[in-house]
């Protein structure tokens, strides 16, 4: 009996510890957003996916935002109301640069949303999808290097995973020498990073033609100086015309 007793108070012992240690876990996933990055390089454009999972705090907040009547139920036109401000809010805030430059880029899409079967105005979590996209830089090849800083909802605590591959002969290995980490020229980004390790011919022939059809040729820069100078010229000659035709009237 006193042996049951004894085997009853450790399991109550060990799984308070349990619970207590659980505590501060759950707390930091209440308070979190779940970042996932996954960048996908080819020889015309880079694009980034983010999923991201908004955890109970920050999806409140963010539902407390759609319900613009504050009636606490989530109709359909306030949430489409909402992804058009997060399209406006957030398309600088995932940067893409290559070799340390950044690139131009752009939201793709308006966010897609998921309220995970629960249109209330509750702690509960939600989903936002966003797509990013930049121009592939034309001296893409192996070795250099990529990165994606990553500001979105920078005052939650954040879980962030990363991948990163490439398509059409181009082949992009991410860094998992270390995880995602704060920027050092930016303390609110959070920075992940990849390398390209191989280009193949045809890859690399498609980057070069992209690169001279986007730079005009000298020849053609003579014939538009050509074309303006031209032009210019009849303008004056047309206002010069003008004015002696209103001085001969006088």
């Not at 930049?134 to 979105?152: E, K, S, W």
């Not at 609110?188 to 390398?195: F, Q």
């Not at 890859?203 to 020849?219: H, I, K």
């Amino acid at each position: 009996m006193r042996a049951l007793s004894c085997a009853r108070w450790a399991c109550g012992l060990l799984a308070g510890t349990l619970l207590v240690a659980s505590a501060p876990a759950h707390d930091s996933m209440r308070t979190s957003i779940r970042h996932d990055l996954k960048l996908t390089a080819g020889p015309k454009n880079i694009d980034v996916e983010a999923d991201l999972t908004l955890f109970a705090e920050p999806a409140l907040k963010e539902r407390f935002r759609m319900d613009a009547n504050g009636d606490g139920a989530l109709s359909r036109a306030e949430t489409d109301a909402y992804l058009d401000r997060l399209q406006s809010e957030l398309g600088d805030r995932l940067e893409i640069r290559a070799g340390g430059r950044s690139l131009p880029s752009v939201l793709l899409y308006r966010p897609e949303l998921d309220l995970l079967s629960n249109t209330a105005r509750d702690p509960h979590p939600i989903t936002l999808r966003l797509v990013f996209f930049a121009r592939t830089p034309a001296d893409l090849a192996p070795g250099l290097r990529i990165t994606v800083h990553d500001g979105l909802w920078p005052s939650a605590p954040g879980i962030h995973t990363w991948e990163a591959g490439g398509i059409e002969g181009v082949e992009i290995s991410p860094d998992r020498t270390k995880p995602p980490s704060r920027g050092t020229d930016d303390d609110v980004r959070v920075v992940s990073a990849a390398t390209c390790v191989r280009l193949d011919p045809a890859a690399a022939a498609l980057l070069s033609r992209r690169d001279r059809s986007a730079a005009p040729s000298p020849s053609a820069r003579i014939w538009v100086l050509g074309i303006w100078l031209v032009l210019s010229m009849a303008l004056l000659l047309g206002l010069l015309g003008r004015r002696l035709l209103q001085a001969a009237r006088r």
